[in-house]
């Protein structure tokens, strides 16, 4: 699997306060990295800072083995995005805002400009102006804009901001498509982590302008559960007074945080005082709660 | 490159704003030209007072007593121009015995009543001036304004006689340069009256006649200056070539009968073009370019563009190259538009007059075709316009804010002449480095002496030159260099 982007040892500072310290990340083909963090940890910045719409004042930026700074343009060159807001000429329609952006590259026809705005499915709004568009449509539009040149790296920040449910669905299926088939490599932030949960193969969390956590998402999840089991009983207080500390979830289950060599133990002694066990079972955490449980909640500095 | 000019040409035109402006500017000439078409045609009668001024007039005579030594001077200066008018009124239908009567009668009858209420009354005198003013309107009865013409040749002639007979009897050097002055004068006068006999021009206050009078003020003034010993200060030498233009132009319109400074037809307008329609041209083009880099930053597309594969550098001039293509599309489209709304009110034939210029290295009058003359000026305001292009574009690049760039490039606009008139006026001769001096380079045309002296046409384009790249060079890099902040 190739690297397709590389960002090492990233620092940047606005006069004395520094908003990214020491960010390392990496993004291969087929990958998708969900970018993760509170509110002014340093995703956008990070962002712009890869796409070169702000100077980095330490470490460096490769894409595609190409430095952002010292070789722009050819870094660049298969490079889509979407920062912050897709904002887009409000006064043109949507095939007129696509077209401006196919006239930038070599070899975009207007049959490849046809075939991305069915793949983002705005072909019955592709002729009306941008201004009329609801947020979600726009979304699809940065997304239509942004792959429209068959990029093999993709930096979406926030695509799933305004976007319905279905909308959101078909998003996922899409970008996984684009992983899976165009083997694009995507790096995508947000802050719905349930979303993330499904289709990210890694994750990436950010906090305070540093990176604390980047593994793939099934080992993040798996380590944060690991120790928690829960169980389903008919008597939760008798079994309250038996085992001692459990955190009961509701009448008939409980939880209790045991490595799992205890596991049998514990089913022994609650067999012996006849109270009924229907099921034992790992707990499954979701990606949001490892996040909390990583981040430590919500501290803008 | 050129699909980034082409893409900043599809933003600005796809933008209602442009076409707003341009409507607006079709308004605008509509408006102009208009009053330019009847302006002038209400000119006839110019001496006719109103009929109630006249009886305000009257009025206030029956209340003065010309008995009356501190009423006396009022009610002679009222009454002759009661009777003036009586006269003018009779006589209102030929333009050219208006003129006759303004310039001889008028003083008679002051001279008359003087002599019949003023101080010291003769009635001898009082009837040798009304057997004069009987005389004179008998010829005006007559219908023959060759008469007047002939008789101003004729004294013009006898006037020229006696100074040179009295130029022999003197040896005085300082009466014999006087005396010759007075010979130019006068042949000068006789001349006019010339022109007045063979070019058939009666009297009156059409551009013929208005012709005469600035051809004679134009040589007088020649005459003064050849005659002058000391050097001519700058000031002086452009004013001599003035008046050496007004003659020359003068003496084409009366020989050839064309009015070439006509300023009611489609030709007089084009040739005019920046001294009328300038602003509206730099209004429209400041917006442009006061807003093709900024509106980026304001909506937040600006993060789109930068993401291609372009350099920064490529991205901004590609948006100043295309403001300056935009200057020339406003400049034509005006010009189409003007040539439409002119030539439905005015008719196309003026078109084939051409413009007369004075060249002041050959000392030649040249004859330009007007689109061609258009094409000169063009080339000569291009400057001006770039600069205040420019000047909006880095203001709007530098701070991101079109209403500050469009506001200021307007100043720097509108207080050009102002700051050329103080130079002038306190001849500041430093200010012939300063940028509103030089960036005019009609100044320059045929030969003419520029607004101060030790200026050159290629000293003023290195300076506009320096000024362009002292705004650009620094907004490039600025931009290069620029964090792309939250919006």
Request: net charge neutral; with cysteine.
């Amino acid at each position: 699997m190739e690297t397709i982007l590389k960002c090492e040892n990233l620092y940047k500072t606005f006069g004395k306060k520094t908003i990214l310290k020491d960010v390392s990340l990496e993004v291969n083909e087929g990958d998708i990295l969900g970018f993760i963090g509170p509110n002014g940890a340093g995703k956008t910045t990070t962002i712009k800072l890869i796409l070169g719409l702000q100077s980095i004042t330490k470490g460096n930026v490769s894409i595609n083995g190409y430095d952002i700074e010292k070789n722009f343009t050819n870094a660049i060159k298969r490079v889509g995005a979407i920062v912050e807001n897709p904002d887009m000429y409000m006064y043109l329609t949507g095939f007129q805002n696509l077209k401006l952006v196919a006239n930038l590259y070599k070899d975009v026809s207007e049959d490849r400009i046809n075939e991305v705005v069915k793949l983002v499915k705005l072909e019955n709004r592709i002729k009306d102006k941008v201004s009329k568009y609801s947020l979600g449509m726009r979304q699809r539009l940065g997304i239509a804009q942004a792959i429209l040149h068959k990029p093999n790296l993709l930096i979406l920040d926030e695509p799933t901001n305004g976007l319905d449910p279905e909308g959101i669905k078909e998003m996922r299926e899409l970008l996984v498509d684009l992983a899976s088939i165009e083997k694009m490599g995507i790096l995508i932030s947000s802050h719905n982590l349930a979303e993330l949960d499904n289709f990210c193969n890694k994750v990436c969390i950010i906090k305070n302008g540093k990176i604390i956590e980047t593994s793939e998402i099934s080992k993040i999840k798996q380590e944060a559960s690991k120790e928690v089991k829960i169980f389903e009983v008919n008597n939760v207080n008798l079994a309250e007074e038996i085992i001692g500390k459990i955190e009961k979830i509701d009448t008939n289950k409980f939880k209790i945080k045991v490595p799992k060599q205890e596991v049998p133990e514990i089913v022994e002694k609650l067999v012996k005082n006849n109270i009924k066990i229907y099921e034992v079972k790992q707990e499954e955490k979701t990606l949001e709660d490892a996040f909390f449980e990583k981040t430590g909640g919500n501290i803008i500095e | 490159m050129s699909s980034l000019i082409k893409n900043e040409l599809i933003k600005i035109f796809r933008k209602k704003t442009i076409y707003i402006a341009m409507i607006a500017i079709f308004l605008f000439l509509i408006f102009m030209n208009c009053m330019f078409k009847y302006a002038n045609s209400s000119s006839n009668s110019a001496y006719l007072y109103s009929e109630n001024h006249l009886n305000s007039i009257k009025e206030e005579l029956e209340n003065l007593n010309p008995e009356n030594p501190t009423d006396v001077t009022l009610y002679i200066n009222l009454k002759s121009e009661v009777e003036l008018y009586e006269l003018m009124n009779k006589y209102k239908d030929d333009e050219w015995k208006l003129s006759i009567i303004n310039s001889r009668i008028s003083s008679y009858l002051t001279e008359r009543n003087t002599y019949l209420y003023g101080a010291e009354k003769s009635e001898t005198q009082a009837n040798e001036i009304t057997k004069k003013i009987e005389y004179i309107t008998a010829k005006l009865d007559e219908d023959n304004w060759k008469y007047f013409a002939s008789q101003d040749l004729e004294t013009a002639n006898k006037k020229i006689e006696e100074l040179n007979s009295q130029k022999q009897q003197t040896q005085d050097k300082e009466i014999l340069k006087n005396l010759e002055n007075e010979i130019k004068n006068t042949k000068i006068e006789k001349e006019i009256a010339e022109y007045r006999l063979n070019k058939n021009i009666p009297y009156g206050t059409d551009y013929k006649n208005i012709t005469l009078s600035n051809l004679q003020s134009a040589s007088t003034k020649l005459i003064q200056y050849n005659s002058q010993e000391t050097e001519l200060s700058y000031e002086e030498q452009k004013e001599y070539n003035d008046s050496l233009k007004t003659e020359a132009e003068c003496r084409y319109i009366l020989d050839t009968g064309i009015n070439v400074n006509k300023s009611d037809s489609l030709k007089g307008i084009l040739q005019n073009f920046y001294s009328e329609f300038g602003i509206f041209l730099i209004v429209v083009i400041v917006m442009i370019a006061g807003t093709i880099v900024s509106d980026e930053f304001n909506k937040g597309t600006i993060k789109l563009l930068l993401v291609k594969p372009y350099t920064r550098n490529k991205i901004l001039l590609s948006k100043f190259i295309a403001t300056v293509i935009i200057i020339f599309f406003v400049i034509l489209s005006t010009v189409i538009m003007e040539m439409l709304v002119g030539g439905v009110l005015f008719g196309f034939d003026s078109l084939s007059v051409p413009v007369i210029e004075y060249n002041f290295n050959t000392n030649m009058l040249e004859e330009i075709n007007v689109f061609a003359y258009l094409g000169i000026q063009t080339l000569a305001q291009l400057p001006m316009i770039v600069l205040l292009a420019t000047l909006a574009f880095v203001i709007s690049t530098l701070f991101s804010n079109s209403a500050l760039a469009i506001t200021i490039s307007l100043l720097g606009y509108m207080s050009t002449a102002i700051i050329n008139q103080l130079a002038l006026a306190y001849n500041l001769s430093f200010m012939k480095y300063f940028v509103t001096m030089n960036w005019d380079l009609s100044q320059f045309l045929f030969g003419n002496l520029p607004y101060m002296q030790g200026m050159s046409l290629i000293l003023s384009i290195v300076i506009c030159l320096v000024y362009l790249l002292v705004m650009l060079i620094p907004t490039f890099i600025i931009f290069k260099k620029r964090n792309i902040k939250n919006i």
